[in-house]
């Protein structure tokens, strides 16, 4: 079945420092691709989003491409701020018709230190 | 401002009480989704449904049912809580179609003591 694989947190990197959070996906047909974010004490809340091959989503200085032939959509940051601390999701969407469910990645947390 | 709300932020029950988690939308949004949030394992699917009375289970729905009455709210029933139950719950609505973006609420945090 479809699934999603994010590298290992945490990530610790000092303000400043770039970004990269590696995802993996396996997936029949042809999914949409999501960031998710979740700050502390909060729901998730959409990052930014792809949804079909080489399309490139961006929000915030954040960035990830849909790369097909690699099933990635890693997420990049050129300069990372202490307010860019959360817990970041890989999502892509899963089933069949208009259910609009998504199959999550089990989460990288970010650390960024003053 | 669009809104998902979660009743409880903090929930603490016994073992074997029923549970109810209601969640509530005011966005008219045509699908409803129950994750759980565990670390290192993300969010896996309860259950979710894609209009009034309809639902469909998601990838671990043991111990767990649903209801929807009425197209705003979600209700995740745990009919006998269980330690293993111990978890952040988050409900999330969106329009119908693929692709469209998840409003969640913020979550509660269930602990089955």
């Known amino acids: 079945g479809n699934s999603v694989t994010q590298m290992e947190g945490p990530v610790t990197l000092s303000e400043e420092a770039f970004l990269t959070i590696n995802c993996t996906y396996t997936?029949?047909?042809?999914?949409?691709l999501f960031w998710y974010v979740q700050y502390p004490g909060e729901g998730l809340q959409l990052l930014l989003k792809a949804t079909k091959a080489d399309d490139k989503g961006s929000n915030k200085g954040f960035e990830a491409t849909y790369r097909k032939e690699t099933t990635s959509f890693h997420l990049e940051k050129g300069s990372v701020q202490v307010s860019d601390s959360a817990v970041y999701f890989c999502?892509?969407?899963?089933?069949?018709?208009?259910?609009?469910?998504?199959?999550f990645g089990q989460g990288t947390t970010l650390q960024v230190k003053p | 401002d669009v809104k998902v709300t979660q009743s409880s932020r903090y929930l603490v029950k016994r073992t074997g009480e029923k549970v109810f988690l209601e969640c509530v939308q005011d966005m008219d949004h045509e699908n409803m989704f129950w994750y759980r949030q565990d670390p290192g394992l993300g969010l896996r699917l309860i259950y979710f449904?894609?209009?009034?009375?309809?639902?469909e289970k998601g990838d671990i729905p043991e111990g767990y049912s649903v209801s929807r009455e009425k197209k705003e709210r979600f209700s995740l029933i745990l009919e006998s809580a269980s330690t293993n139950q111990t978890s952040m719950y988050l409900c999330?609505?969106?329009?119908?179609?693929?692709?469209?973006?998840?409003?969640f609420g913020s979550g509660t945090q269930l602990s089955v003591l």
């Open positions: 999330a609505s969106s329009l119908s179609g693929t692709a469209q973006k998840l409003f």
């Open positions: 997936a029949t047909g042809y999914p949409s």
């Open positions: 999502a892509l969407s899963g089933g069949s018709g208009n259910t609009g469910k998504l199959i």
């Open positions: 449904s894609y209009d009034v009375k309809m639902k």
